[in-house]
């Protein structure tokens, strides 16, 4: 590029102006290349002498040069960072150095409006905060103060209570902020905010790693234990999380996702390059990790129950002691088995046990006899005896409505199987059953109306039941906690519960418990769902609670089996459409906010500088 | 990495960007510096061959403008906290004036005004090619450009920069005019 003379301004606009002009215009920003250099060698020898090598020293903001540390610590972000950071996460020396100390008594004049990230990093830290104090009031109530390395321990407590002194009452106000807007809303939505606050932590922690001041080796002591806490911890609390959103996954996910990502991030910042090894800390953290999701490992593999886990049940069901609340469960399960067309269960064992109650204890509930009647237990009993040692009435006597049809069934059966029944008697015993199908809202209003189908099917007068059937739908809607019209004089138990909505725990179509959602659903599958019962909500609450979720090692309870069977026989007697895959995510959302908290916590630790040995 | 190495291929284009960006000359001297050595002490942590261009003039030039906006920010606070503080923020973000330290005024003067008025892609190119002769090579490196690329925008940024100068030249036509009826010395040639 050679230079050309100058030239008058004016000329021909598609000729380029002269290079050399343009280098004129440019020499005030020219160095001299070597006092350049002097300087430039001269802040280097400074630099490398702060960090004592050639080696970048994490951990040492004089590694920075003249300006940039300057700038550093200039910085309103450092101090208001070091002001809410907990005990740990910077080094002590150099915030000692800075003037800074604790940091925390600039924290009430300091972090204002312009400390948002700061402030919005705050409840992260808070959470963090208040594991570090648990873990700490337990080591000293287990190992005492003369415990190994109790200086150092003490020094974190120091540290601690120092941290509390001068923050507690903003955690009290951020706590007492939460309860005000987060009252009655959902859970998902302190998640969120937990979720944004940890973002604006790793985006603090980031600026300190630039500056040298977080490394590596202690962000990912510092996560490993933190993720390690919320995992073992808040194990209850995502359990409720997931029952919340729907979630198809155990509740042991989550906690698993958190304890393994703990794990990572301590094996990340412990690892010894020079030795080849890692700190005694992230082997402690990797021994307990893997013990614990191997603890957790069926829950993780459990899915939703299915037909064969019912079979099971209810053919190990031992049927004593003889009490309605393990009856109910076992004779609803066993009540859809025999009607779901698979393989009949064998209640062999059932059987044998409830005669032999009932031969020594003549006070068994009615309802038990009834049960055991609609499964077909009483066959070939003596029922002459049954008859007269329970007082069966005869049914045919009055003309009034049958108020209890639950009991009502067994006297029924009983009758039906003495001397079967003629069509006039058949259709007097229906008359009396039809006059009891509630009116209106009231409780148990879905059980009997249940009861009532039950039996005028066995006394083959089902199809009487069809004219009612608006009516049943009424019973049905009117259950529904979703309609307006059931509020006020609705008794509150056994009716379906809680506003309609779509995916949480408080808004989702779910009935009160199991036994009048089995009643509902099976009401609607045999004489139709009512148009303001959304059956898709109902399914994915029956989807829901078919998860075996209360047994932390995998157990499972009756309950879930219910919802089970509740599942498909929704599937089978009603269509849905598919889910979207959106939809699908957002029900794993509670696994979703988990997983970016690791990664969130894995990746800062990973960009954060070694620690110089 | 070599200090040395990588203050000869990169001083020139370092100073051009920061002056391209607005820094004035001895901001732009002690950015380039501070650049310089923090990307030394964090060497470790550039991923690729050190001694390719293409990877480390981006990570310079990142550096650079990370540093140059904190730089701005930290004026702006300084500023803002203090009014009596003046600082030099240019009014154009491009191309700052120099103020005493240009000691040519003039003509000079008027390239700066019209290299501030450049599209920045121009400015960017014309500064850090012509400020100490860096080659086009190590100038598309750092910018990640085809060379052809720089090579085409220095041609246009030169067109333009001519035509800005004819421009501003037209306006200032009659206040010249006028002066230099009252200065002699300004008579002739323009330079």
């Not at chain 1, 948002?116 to 808070?126: K, M, Q």
């Not at chain 1, 969120?192 to 922690?205: E, K, P, R």
């Amino acid at each position: 590029m050679s230079s050309t003379t100058t030239e008058p301004l004016r000329g021909p606009s598609d000729e380029p102006v002269e290079e050399q002009r343009v280098r004129d215009a440019l020499e005030p920003w020219r160095v001299d290349p070597e006092a350049f250099n002097s300087s430039l060698a001269r802040r280097l020898a400074e630099a490398e002498e702060g960090s004592g090598g050639s080696e970048p020293d994490a951990g040492n903001p004089r590694s920075l040069s003249d300006g940039a540390r300057s700038r550093f610590w200039r910085s309103p972000l450092l101090q208001r960072a070091a002001a809410i950071l907990p005990p740990g996460f910077l080094h002590p020396d150099l915030l000692k150095s800075t003037g800074l100390g604790g940091g925390a008594a600039v924290l009430g004049k300091k972090i204002g409006v312009k400390g948002a990230p700061a402030l919005l990093a705050f409840p992260a830290v808070a959470i963090f905060v208040l594991g570090l104090t648990f873990v700490a009031a337990l080591r000293q109530a287990t190992l005492g103060v003369n415990a190994k390395g109790a200086d150092k321990d003490a020094n974190t407590d120091d540290q601690l209570r120092f941290w509390w002194k001068t923050n507690g009452r903003a955690v009290l106000l951020l706590a007492v902020a939460a309860i005000i807007v987060f009252w009655g809303r959902p859970a998902e939505a302190i998640l969120l905010m937990l979720l944004a606050s940890m973002i604006a932590l790793t985006w603090v922690l980031g600026k300190l790693q630039s500056a040298g001041l977080a490394t590596r080796e202690r962000l990912g002591e510092r996560w490993g234990g933190m993720l390690m806490q919320v995992g073992i911890f808040g194990m209850m609390l995502t359990n409720a999380l997931l029952r919340d959103s729907g979630s198809n996954l155990h509740a042991a996910w989550p906690a698993c996702v958190l304890i393994v990502g703990g794990t990572a991030c301590s094996l990340v910042g412990g690892w010894r390059p020079k030795s080849g090894g890692w700190t005694s800390q992230a082997k402690v953290h990797a021994v307990v990790s893997l013990g614990l999701v191997g603890m957790l490992y069926p829950s993780l593999r459990s899915a939703p129950t299915d037909r064969q886990r019912r079979l099971e049940y209810v053919e190990a069901f031992q049927g004593i002691p003889l009490n309605t609340a393990e009856w109910r469960p076992f004779a609803l399960l066993s009540y859809e088995l025999l009607r779901d067309g698979g393989r009949a269960p064998d209640l062999m064992r059932a059987e044998t046990n409830l005669l032999k109650a009932v031969r020594e204890d003549p006070k068994v509930s009615s309802y038990i006899l009834s049960d055991a009647a609609l499964l077909g237990i009483f066959n070939g009993e003596p029922l002459q005896e049954f008859a007269d040692r329970y007082g069966v009435k005869n049914l045919l006597e009055r003309d009034s409505a049958l108020r209890h049809p639950a009991q009502s069934y067994f006297d029924i059966f009983v009758r039906s199987r003495l001397a079967p029944l003629n069509d006039a008697e058949c259709d007097h015993v229906a008359d009396r059953l039809l006059l009891a199908l509630p009116e209106g809202p009231k409780f148990a209003a879905l059980e009997e109306t249940w009861w009532i189908q039950e039996c005028l099917r066995l006394v083959g007068r089902l199809d009487r039941l069809a004219p009612h059937r608006p009516r049943i739908r009424d019973i049905v809607a009117a259950s529904w906690r979703g309609s307006a019209d059931s509020g006020g004089a609705t008794p509150p138990a056994r009716t379906f519960v809680d506003n309609p909505g779509f995916v949480t725990r408080r808004n989702l179509a779910r009935f009160f418990s199991d036994e009048p959602t089995f009643y509902a659903v099976s009401l609607m599958a045999e004489h139709g769902a009512p148009s303001t019962v959304d059956l898709e909500r109902v399914a994915t609450a029956c989807r829901m609670e078919s998860i075996p979720s209360h047994g932390w090692f995998g157990g499972i309870d009756d309950t879930e089996l219910i919802y089970s069977a509740l599942w498909d026989r929704l599937n089978m007697d009603f269509e849905f459409p598919a889910e979207s895959l959106g939809i699908r995510i957002l029900r794993e959302r509670v696994l979703v906010g988990c997983a970016l908290l690791v990664v969130l916590c894995f990746v800062s630790t990973l960009r954060a500088p070694r620690q110089r040995a | 990495m070599e200090v040395q190495h990588l203050v000869d291929q990169f001083r020139g284009p370092l100073l051009g960007l920061l002056a391209s960006w607005g820094a004035s000359p001895a901001d732009a001297h002690d950015l380039a510096q501070d650049t310089l050595v923090e990307a030394y002490l964090a060497r470790e942590r550039l991923r690729g061959d050190p001694g390719d261009p293409r990877v480390v003039g981006p990570w310079l030039r990142g550096i650079a403008r990370n540093l140059h906006r904190a730089q701005i920010r930290r004026k702006g606070r300084e500023q803002a906290e203090d009014p009596s503080v003046q600082q030099h923020i240019p009014a154009d973000p491009r191309i700052a004036d120099p103020g005493d330290a240009d000691s040519e005024g003039g003509l000079s003067e008027e390239v700066r005004r019209a290299l501030g008025r450049l599209k920045p892609e121009f400015a960017t190119v014309l500064c850090m090619h012509y400020l100490e002769e860096t080659s086009v090579r190590t100038v598309a490196a750092m910018l990640e450009l085809p060379e052809k690329t720089v090579e085409g925008r220095l041609y246009r940024a030169r067109i333009e920069l001519r035509r800005l100068l004819e421009d501003s030249s037209a306006e200032s036509a009659p206040s010249r005019d006028r002066s230099s009826q009252n200065d002699p010395s300004t008579t002739g040639s323009e330079r």
